[in-house]
């Protein structure tokens, strides 16, 4: 029988609590330890899962009974945190986006490369129920070869539940961190179905606004990404939208495929699964699932640190062609 992995839960708040929710429901998976800055909250959150808690990393990344970190932290806390875990030989799983920019990423993955351990990154929307049935029809080529992909995810944020997540330093700007990362990384994974490798655009653009009370960050733009194959990408986004919709259309050669409201359709009609309809926190049962069936050798690791480079990379682009409105060639 495979031995479970032994978890830390690095930060406990908001996000880590809704993680560990979907954690109880994963089998080969026990959670050892749980810490905070905030002893209290380490305390509480250790106590719903029956573990031990700390304010002190040094003691997690120290303890024999914790084989990888799972980190629930501010972005620009990212790089630092998972290069010691990765220097103390424990495995990563990093909440998205996987750092502030390119080179913080790029120090991750060699890092965890020399150290010889896995490193992952939270793209949750990945394991969505419609997004892993789309993901398996393109594979075997349901639309043919996809030309374009339209991504539109509008919505309204009155406030911020967290203080760092208005801080500009520490969480890298509003929409293209917290929800960008996400949608760019889905974009990609589903143009990647049946490849040889993972895609990466050649081409840049974007506009982006500050139109938002919630945060000083990226309220509003437009992303369009062109690839060496002619194909396209285009993002668009609003946190100041009254109206909420989130819908990814994919144009292919031989028809079109969408989804929305977690239901694939393909040219506008249903298209049934035995996989039911998922709810947001049951995507991160499924990543947890995955990232333990990798590390126990029984799957592919969900969202590896070097894929997800050009995720990182292509949000740096993005941000600085908003600033003059030129291309950046990537």
């Known amino acids: 029988m ?41 305390a509480a959150t ?5 573990a031990r808690h700390t304010t002190d990393y040094q003691q997690v990344l120290g303890a024999d009974d914790v084989d990888a970190v799972f980190l629930c932290l501010p972005h620009n806390l990212h790089e630092s945190f998972t290069v010691q875990a990765a220097g103390a030989g424990k495995h990563v799983l990093v909440e998205k986006p996987m ?23 939270g793209q949750s929307t990945r394991c ?31 406030r911020l539940t967290t203080d760092w997540r208005r801080v500009e ?7 293209l961190p917290l929800f960008g990362s996400h949608d760019i990384d889905a974009m990609f994974w589903l143009m990647s179905a049946g490849a040889a490798a993972p895609v990466q655009p050649a081409r840049v653009w974007s506009s982006l606004r500050t139109n938002s009370d919630a945060s000083g960050g990226d309220s509003d733009g437009v992303l369009c990404l062109d690839f060496a194959d002619a194909s396209l990408a285009t ?8 109206r909420t919709r989130t819908e990814t259309i994919l144009v292919g050669t031989e028809g079109t495929l969408s989804v929305k409201d977690n239901r694939v359709r393909v040219d506008g009609e249903i298209v049934e699964t035995d996989m039911p309809p998922h709810a947001f926190a049951d995507s991160f049962a499924e990543q947890m699932r995955q990232f333990v069936a990798g590390l126990q050798g029984e799957g592919p690791l969900p969202a590896p640190g070097a894929e997800v480079i050009t995720v ?19």
């Open 2 to 42: 495979t031995a479970a992995i032994r978890l830390a839960m690095v930060g406990c708040g908001q996000i880590a609590r809704a993680h560990l929710q979907a954690i109880a429901t994963v089998s080969g998976v026990h959670v050892t330890w749980c810490q905070d800055i905030d002893d209290g909250r380490a």
């Open 99 to 121: 750092a502030l920019n390119e080179a913080e990423a790029q120090r991750m993955v060699d890092v965890a490369q020399a150290a010889g351990v896995s490193l992952c990154v």
């Open 312 to 330: 990182v990379r292509t949000l740096d682009l993005a941000r600085a062609a908003a600033v003059d409105g030129m291309a950046r060639v990537f």
């Open 46 to 50: 250790a106590g719903s899962c029956n």
């Open 169 to 175: 330093a520490e969480c890298g700007g509003l929409y």
């Open 128 to 158: 969505m129920a419609g997004m892993r049935q789309a993901h398996a029809l393109l594979a075997a080529g349901s639309i043919g070869r996809v030309r374009h992909v339209m991504h539109q995810r509008v919505f309204f944020i009155d």
């Open 235 to 242: 993002l668009q986004f609003s946190v100041c939208s009254r």
